[in-house]
Every structure is written in structure tokens, then in C-alpha cells.
């Protein structure tokens, strides 16, 4: 299918922005946190220039922009609203409710270090934070997979399988702020690829009343609870059924994660976000150098793709997640904790490590990267498991 688009420059927030222009959502709550504030400032041209259909709620609060969001939703409107750190941790009863009622929302949401310190710059605790609260999670390596993720996302939410909360990460300053080319499609093939917004339920179907927000005690609130994890086995089918469409549509692959230089591989990396931009260059310079080394970059961290994951890294003899988050004295990281589960069952299990980086924006340097691999082979040559599984890269110790 032929496609029009146009490249042009623009920063992850700004593309961010321009995919919600053409997504056209109906409600839209907005309340400002750096480095997710021009998002909905941007938004907000758009809509008193006239631009967007959009009703904009500004409110007093991310909590309330979440509860405003929530209500539009359940009311039957396609409904979407920003934040980042602080601000999704002011959400945090919210983003429960939200999946609880199976409402398919739609929230970019810039990845920020949580307090405190106070801190403005990237890390992944906000969205690591929110993992078990029912929403389905993409992340973005870049400002063209954030544009191209934030339209994805409105048919996965509204697939009648899946009728769940989508949060898409993009990582604060490094993609927010930062500005590269992106491929711009024409507004009329997005509104063909969403489609229109039928709802399943709406509190404004008169016709047909529901009850929303019930109490449920020992009774039927486990019952509900199972309910509500179903649509998360049904969702990896659904992610890559609405990619495969993407592709046809606008030429761009996407799946539950993304398979870089693998073949062959001996060693590898598991990576979010932008940082797998990093450690591509350092992958090239080791296979320039005849070293077998590949990386796995993770799109959907939730629902976890353990079983493909663990496909993908079976002929590997080590492995190393990069969290850029910390467990806070669990063992490792989260990224750490979902690869190495995924692996236990493995025939040929690998060794798996762990490296903590990037708290607060610290660089992650390509010297790093090539540190870690460094390690990995080591540990391959050996054949031994390292007596110590977790360190960090790039702290002051």
C-alpha cells in the first residue's frame, strides 16, 4: 500500500504531539511536569488553533488528570492525557482504577527519575514502578518508534481482545527533547489505521445502563481481578497482529521486541529504550572485529514476552540485562528479575548478569557497553557463573 509521508525534524515530544493531532482524541486532561509538559503544551496549540476536534480538560493535578481521563473514557470517549515521574506517581490509585474498568487510555509518558533527590533527568523507576498496575507498557529507542508507537497504541487498547490502558515511554531529554528526523505520515491513512472509536460500554449508552466503579469484597473481586489478566495473554497476538498491519501500511517493522545482530550470537544484552541506539554502534564495532555479539531490545515490557524472550536468547552463553532503574534491594533489577525468569526453563540456560546504570541521566557511554560485553565473554570463555551477578556502570564507588 502506498504511503505518503514527509520527514521532518522534530523531537520526541513534538512527535509525540503530532501523533495525538492526528489521533484526534476526543478528551484530553493536561496538567504540566518536566520533561513531559510541552507534549500537552504543543497539544494545546493544536486545539485553539483549531486543529483537533478535542475537548482539552486542564485540571489541578495528575491525579486529576488521570480521574478526568477516566471519566471520558468510561462516559465512551477516546481519551488520553501525558506525565512523567512525580506526576505518575500522583496517578498511582488511578492507574489502577483505569485497568481495573478496562478502559483503553492512552498516556505517553516521558521517563523521569523519581524523588529524591529531586532530579529532572531520565531513568526508568516511574514507568518500572507502575509494571504490575494493569496497564500494558511500549517503549520508545527513539522520537520516529514514540510517534509511530503512540498510533499503534490506540488499536491495541481498543482491540475488543485486549480493552486495556496503554502507557508508551519515551525516555526524558534524551528523546523528549532531542530532535532527529522523523517520517510524518499524512492524517487522513492514521485515522484509516485507527479507525473510528466504538465503544464496548459507555455510562452515556442510556440504552443499555451499566455500573461503573462497584465495590467488590471477598465475594467477586478475585473473580475480577482474573478477569482483568485475561486480555493480558491476549495482548502480545494483538500487539503483533496491529504491527503487521503498521507494516503493510507504513513500511515500518515493529514486534514485542526487536532482534539486533542475533544470528550467530554467543553473547548478548537486553535493553529498553534509547540505550539500544547505544549499543547498536557497539555491536557493529564487535562484529567488525569478527566478536559474536547481539542484542535484544525490548518494545513491550508489559505484557512480558518471557516465551519469545527466551527463544531469542536460547543459543547464547551469557546474558546481561541493563536496568536502568533500581530493585532497591531485591535481587538485581527489574529487567534482571524478567529475563532470568524467563530463562530458568531453558534447556541451555545462560549465565545472566546485571548492570544498573543511568539513575538520574547519567551517560551511558559506548566504553560501557563495550565494558559489559567485555564481561560477557569472559564469562562465556570461562564457563563459570560469576560469584557476583549484579553491578553498576558508571557510579562513583
Not at 44 to 54: C, K, M, P, Q, R
Not at 241 to 246: G, Q
Amino acid at each position: 500500500m502506498t504511503t505518503t509521508k514527509e520527514r521532518i525534524a522534530l523531537t520526541g515530544n513534538e512527535a509525540t504531539a503530532m501523533a495525538m493531532k492526528q489521533i484526534n482524541p476526543d478528551v484530553c486532561a493536561a496538567y504540566p511536569i518536566t520533561p513531559a509538559t510541552e507534549i500537552m503544551q504543543i497539544f494545546a496549540g493544536y486545539v485553539a488553533d483549531g486543529l483537533v476536534d478535542t475537548e482539552l480538560v486542564t485540571v489541578e493535578s495528575e491525579h486529576s488528570a488521570m480521574s478526568a481521563t477516566i471519566g471520558a473514557a468510561a462516559a465512551g470517549a477516546r481519551a488520553m492525557t501525558a506525565t512523567s515521574s512525580q506526576g505518575l506517581a500522583l496517578m498511582w490509585e488511578m492507574l489502577y482504577i483505569a485497568a481495573g474498568l478496562r478502559l483503553p487510555i492512552i498516556m505517553p509518558m516521558v521517563n523521569r527519575a523519581l524523588s529524591s533527590p529531586i532530579n529532572i533527568h531520565c531513568d526508568h523507576s516511574d514507568s518500572m514502578g507502575a509494571r504490575d498496575s494493569g496497564w500494558i507498557q511500549i517503549f520508545s529507542e527513539n522520537a520516529q518508534e514514540t510517534y509511530d508507537n503512540t498510533i499503534q497504541a490506540i488499536r491495541i487498547a481498543e482491540h475488543p481482545d485486549v480493552l486495556l490502558p496503554v502507557m508508551v515511554t519515551l525516555d526524558g531529554f534524551i528523546i523528549s527533547h532531542a530532535m532527529e528526523p522523523v517520517d510524518v505520515y499524512e492524517t487522513e491513512q492514521v485515522q484509516k489505521f485507527i479507525g473510528p472509536y466504538k465503544p464496548k460500554y459507555a455510562l452515556l449508552d442510556v440504552d443499555h445502563p451499566i455500573t461503573v466503579g462497584a465495590i467488590d469484597l471477598t465475594d467477586y473481586y478475585f473473580e475480577h481481578k482474573r478477569s482483568e489478566v485475561e486480555p493480558m495473554f491476549h495482548a502480545p497476538r494483538v500487539i503483533e497482529e496491529v504491527a503487521a498491519d503498521f507494516e503493510k501500511q507504513f513500511g515500518r517493522r515493529y514486534g514485542l521486541f526487536e532482534e539486533y545482530r542475533m544470528d550467530g550470537a554467543e553473547v548478548a544484552i537486553v535493553v529498553l529504550g534509547s540505550t539500544a541506539g547505544t549499543a547498536k554502534v557497539v555491536v557493529d564495532e564487535l562484529r567488525g572485529k569478527g566478536v559474536k555479539a547481539g542484542m535484544v531490545k525490548i518494545r513491550v515490557f508489559r505484557p512480558f514476552p518471557y516465551k519469545q524472550l527466551a527463544d531469542a536468547l536460547s543459543n547464547v552463553s551469557a546474558v546481561a540485562a541493563l536496568d536502568r532503574s533500581e530493585g532497591m534491594a531485591g535481587f538485581g533489577g527489574p529487567v534482571f528479575g524478567e529475563v532470568r525468569s524467563a530463562l530458568y526453563d531453558s534447556e541451555k540456560r545462560p549465565v545472566v548478569i546485571d548492570y544498573v546504570y543511568g539513575l538520574g541521566g547519567r551517560d551511558i557511554t559506548l566504553g560501557h557497553i563495550a565494558s559489559v560485553y567485555g564481561n560477557l565473554l569472559e564469562i562465556s570463555r570461562d564457563g563459570k557463573r560469576p560469584s557476583k551477578l549484579v553491578g553498576y556502570l558508571g557510579v562513583r564507588e
